[in-house]
């Protein structure tokens, strides 16, 4: 029997800006190959509203202890070992709500007596994206791009990403190869990874 410390608690962040997107099937079909011992939370971002972020760092550099929706994203996002980015690339990006909560962090950063940036140093970062371009890859590049430098900033494990071809309603369930590599993305331990950073 493993040690509770080695559970494995995912948080997985939808970002869409709408329910039961491309990217959120992909997301939940990977999900469902997690073994059963690892925690899942999910979070919609449409349903946990944030203010628009002020950055204080050169004004008063002063910010609150997180209240209301904040909190909860705060809470969640540090008790979780896996933190799931699930973002519809919008613009070549990701969607405006997934952005707003990693400007979050920043904040974060700076809340006192929190430790947020030392503890978020023992987490694993993904991403899992529906791309509406043939060309997935290139496409999702400035997406993967911001958050694998995140993780690298943060000092995080970099999971991946899981990339699959949607542009209408339910089209994810036609892409065979993006199924395929959702059946064993989550599936290795952080650092243990041996697959390609990006999986069209």
Known sequence: MGN???TRRFLFVLGSARMGGNTELLTRHAATLLPASAQQQWLRLIELPLAPFED???STGVYAAPS???EILFDATLGATDIVIASPLYWY???ASTKLYLDYWSGWMRVPDTEFRNRMADKTLWVVSAVSDEDITQMSRPLVD?????AEYLKMTWGGALLGFGNRPKDILSD???LAAAETFFLQRNGDKTKEDINP
Request: positive net charge; hydrophobic residues 25%; charged residues 35%.
């Open 4 to 6: 509770e410390s080695d």
């Open 56 to 58: 204080r760092r050169h």
């Open 146 to 150: 911001t958050l694998k430098f995140t």
């Open 68 to 70: 209301g929706n904040e």
């Open 176 to 178: 065979a190869r993006a």
């Open 93 to 95: 990006s990701m969607s």
